[in-house]
């Protein structure tokens, strides 16, 4: 990135971010429960099928659950379906939330903005949150979720929402993101980008404010 990190905004992506994930830990627990073509619909930076819908809105927890369970035995329980689905998320290390907290102390406005869906939401990225007694509202500014937004990034529209919610100004804002392609659509519309890849650590991309 060759712009100083001065913007009063920082937008965050969670998984791969802030959030640490393991696609292989999601496939390999889905393939334990009988899921034989998970792979089909898991990827790193997307998903398909009704995995990709409970991103998007499109159904609820309940039908997820439902149309996973036809790709399954009989006997399966929704709390197995839920156990497995969560080992995608592997945990927040501290440093990271320490990072966060130093920001917001610094007076800058932290935000997300996230492809995910509400069984993550209210159980493993839930407790994440909360391993220093706080909720993720003690980190940062204003949420906007996928499944609550009925879209997925790259599509320009979840971006603008944040914009809308939030009243922030892509030119004053820097977008962080482990995929390339959200960076793209975030640069596109304005936000200065940080592709943060596998194995980086955001905080150390801060160094050049």
Same mark, same amino acid.
């Given at each position: 990135?060759?712009?100083?990190?001065?913007?009063?905004?920082?937008?965050?992506?969670? %998984?791969?971010?802030? @959030?640490?994930?393991?696609?292989?830990?999601?496939?390999?627990?889905?393939?334990?429960? %009988?899921?034989?073509?998970?792979?089909?619909?898991?990827?790193?930076?997307?998903?398909?099928?009704?995995?990709?819908?409970?991103?998007?809105?499109?159904?609820?927890?309940?039908?997820?659950?439902?149309?996973?369970?036809?790709?399954?035995?009989? %006997?399966?329980?929704?709390?197995? @379906?839920?156990?497995?689905?969560?080992?995608?998320?592997?945990? @927040?290390?501290?440093?990271?939330?320490?990072?966060?907290?130093?920001?917001?102390?610094?007076?800058?406005?932290?935000?997300?903005?996230?492809?995910?869906?509400?069984?993550?939401?209210?159980?493993? /990225?839930?407790?994440?949150?909360?391993?220093?007694?706080?909720?993720?509202?003690?980190?940062?500014?204003?949420?906007?979720?996928?499944?609550?937004?009925?879209?997925?990034?790259?599509?320009?529209? /979840?971006?603008?929402?944040?914009?809308?919610?939030?009243? @922030?100004? +892509?030119?004053?804002?820097?977008?962080?993101?482990?995929?390339?392609?959200?960076?793209?659509?975030?640069?596109?519309?304005?936000?200065?980008?940080?592709?943060? +890849?596998?194995?980086?650590?955001?905080?150390?991309?801060?160094?050049?404010?």
């Amino acid at each position: 990135m060759d712009r100083e990190m001065t913007a009063m905004n920082y937008l965050f992506d969670l %998984g791969g971010v802030i @959030i640490d994930i393991c696609r292989h830990n999601c496939v390999e627990a889905f393939k334990r429960l %009988g899921f034989e073509d998970i792979e089909d619909y898991l990827g790193d930076y997307g998903q398909k099928g009704v995995f990709l819908e409970l991103e998007e809105g499109k159904v609820s927890a309940d039908e997820f659950r439902a149309e996973v369970r036809t790709h399954l035995p009989a %006997g399966v329980t929704d709390c197995q @379906i839920d156990e497995a689905f969560n080992a995608f998320i592997t945990g @927040i290390p501290l440093p990271r939330l320490e990072a966060l907290r130093r920001l917001r102390s610094e007076g800058h406005k932290l935000y997300v903005i996230s492809n995910t869906n509400p069984v993550m939401w209210e159980s493993s /990225i839930k407790a994440a949150f909360a391993q220093e007694g706080g909720d993720i509202n003690t980190y940062f500014d204003g949420v906007v979720t996928s499944f609550e937004a009925g879209v997925c990034k790259p599509d320009p529209g /979840i971006f603008e929402l944040c914009f809308r919610k939030f009243g @922030i100004r +892509p030119e004053e804002t820097i977008f962080f993101d482990d995929s390339a392609a959200n960076c793209d659509s975030a640069s596109r519309l304005g936000l200065h980008t940080v592709h943060v +890849p596998p194995g980086q650590e955001f905080s150390s991309m801060l160094s050049c404010r």
